[in-house]
């Protein structure tokens, strides 16, 4: 009878440990679907927060014993989670973008300035000549930007400006 009693007891113990390791599991797994990151929202035709570098001056690497330049000016759009963002205008827009560069970019501008300057000073004039070049050379300069900072993700590349010489 005695052992009846244990092994019952036993048995009871380990039902409780399986419920409360049970519950415990459960409740870890909601947490950490509440701190799944948010989707990112894109609105056709509409731009995320975006940070516009000054027009400069690149030089290219040399190619066929000539030096050649690019003048360029570069946007970078970035993800947004936010989709009032795109319903932002006029001065709201202006303070949006103001506040976002100060709080999400700061110092990670000269970083993506440098991220550009090896990227673009590691090309020749004929691969960037074309169309195609160009594309290119948006989705190298994206991805470079992935590898060096994380966040905020940088989404597109526009170039508002393209002189060769």
Do not use: C
């Not at 030089?59 to 030096?67: M, T």
């Not at 709080?103 to 991220?115: F, R, S, T």
């Amino acid at each position: 009878m005695k052992k009846g009693l244990i092994f019952g007891g036993v048995g009871i113990v380990l039902v409780a440990v399986a419920v409360i390791g049970t519950m415990f599991f459960m409740n870890s797994r909601s947490a950490q679907a509440e701190k799944a990151e948010p989707t990112p929202v894109h609105v056709e035709g509409k731009l995320g927060p975006t940070l516009a570098l000054k027009d400069r001056v690149f030089n290219l690497a040399p190619a066929g014993g000539q030096k050649h330049f690019l003048k360029m000016q570069t946007t970078i759009e970035f993800e947004t989670t936010d989709p009032a963002w795109f319903k932002l205008t006029g001065k709201e827009l202006e303070h949006a973008l103001e506040e976002f560069e100060k709080d999400e970019i700061g110092a990670l501008k000269d970083h993506i300035e440098d991220v550009i300057t090896t990227v673009v000073s590691g090309k020749k004039v004929e691969e960037i000549s074309s169309a195609e070049g160009k594309a290119a050379l948006r989705e190298e300069i994206l991805e470079a930007i992935h590898e060096e900072i994380h966040h905020p993700v940088a989404y597109r590349v526009f170039f508002t400006s393209f002189v060769t010489d």
